[in-house]
């Protein structure tokens, strides 16, 4: 099997209403989709870049001039099973920036996949059929971030990740009003960096008795020695999101007893060579691992379902971008039911 040419294509997706985190407030999303044609007419990989500037550190035009100036060249008659040396090359030689490289990742693991006849999951190493994600709210007040909850649990989600960082004390009152109204729903918190050391370790305390299932990055990258000395002090468990963008990320903070988990992104680690990378020294630092997204299409989301549903110890998932767009370029490519998602049993990501 050759690659015979491709093509990419631009989405300008607006979100269904803006959602703010402690750093900036989020309207829109450019997403961009890779396709690879292949000498066997009937298989065509798929691969998403979503590009953000505070985590990817990638511009749309940046993805734009990348496709020009080094996929076409690259990418045109090479035989998708190498797929590793072809991402190893981008990465090593610095040509491609984290999403860019996922989507690369993406397309060419979504050809390989079609060519054996199966799902991409399957094609990885099936663990699991299905995984529970949660969905988020965003920084609201109080009356809307009920609203909200409300609305989720109607909907069938049990996990609901509430975005903070801004105001210690509000944080408290949304998480503390929603598990009073709906005691068997599992709560999360992401402070997006927004807290200090003390501060952090203050809320720790406050929200102790409300089982919190996951305190995400509280406080910020800067302060790395800082999570030692949290994860030691309080007693619910510490993620790191915004800390871990490379494989010698994950190890540091192992080695240094940073964290308890971490959260696998493939857009923000470079595609699903990198996320086995990544997970395999979790795993080896009994780290639990969750698979997050940034503000990605559904092809981008069924790419973190298929990784998350092939390995052990990735026990818990963030997917849920894709109900934020409401012009979605791709649909179908899964299943949510009562906040779990079942991947499409089509090749490849089911496109």
Do not use: W
């Amino acid at each position: 099997m050759k690659i015979t040419d491709l093509s990419l294509e631009r989405y300008d997706l607006q979100l269904t209403e803006p959602y703010t985190i402690a750093y900036e407030t989020i309207s829109t999303s450019c997403n961009f989709v890779l396709r690879l044609k292949t000498d066997i007419a009937e298989i065509e990989g798929f691969g998403c870049a979503a590009p953000d500037i505070p985590v990817t550190h990638e511009t749309p035009e940046e993805i734009e001039a990348n496709f020009e100036n080094v996929l076409l060249p690259a990418l045109k008659g090479a035989n998708p099973f190498d797929f590793t040396r072809i991402v190893h090359d981008f990465k090593s030689q610095k040509l491609l920036k984290s999403s860019a490289l996922n989507m690369v990742d993406m397309a060419l693991f979504d050809l390989v996949s079609k060519f054996a006849g199966v799902p991409l999951y399957q094609y990885l190493g099936a663990f699991r059929k299905s995984i529970p994600t949660s969905v988020t709210i965003g920084i609201l007040p109080l009356k809307e971030t009920l609203r909200k909850a409300d609305d989720f649990v109607e909907q069938g989600f049990y996990i609901l990740k509430i975005k903070g960082g801004l105001n210690i004390e509000e944080d408290i009152s949304k998480l503390t009003a929603i598990k009073k109204k709906y005691p068997q729903i599992i709560l999360r918190f992401d402070g997006n960096q927004g807290y200090t050391l003390e501060e952090t370790i203050y809320f720790a305390s406050k929200v102790e008795n409300l089982d919190i299932d996951i305190i995400e990055q509280p406080m910020t990258t800067n302060q790395e020695e800082d999570y030692t000395t949290l994860s030691a002090a309080i007693s619910q468990s510490v993620m790191a999101d915004e800390s871990l963008k490379t494989l010698k990320d994950t190890f540091r903070l192992a080695k240094n007893s940073r964290v308890n988990m971490i959260n696998i992104k493939l857009m923000k680690v470079g595609g699903l060579q990198e996320g086995f990378h990544i997970n395999s020294v979790a795993k080896s630092a009994g780290y639990e691992v969750m698979v997050g997204c940034l503000d990605e299409c559904q092809l981008g989301i069924s790419a973190g379902l298929h990784f998350a549903l092939s390995r052990p110890n990735i026990e818990f998932a963030d997917l849920d971008s894709f109900l934020d767009f409401n012009n979605d370029p791709y649909t179908g490519l899964f299943q949510l039911k009562k906040g779990i998602l079942y991947p499409s049993e089509k090749s490849g990501l089911g496109v």
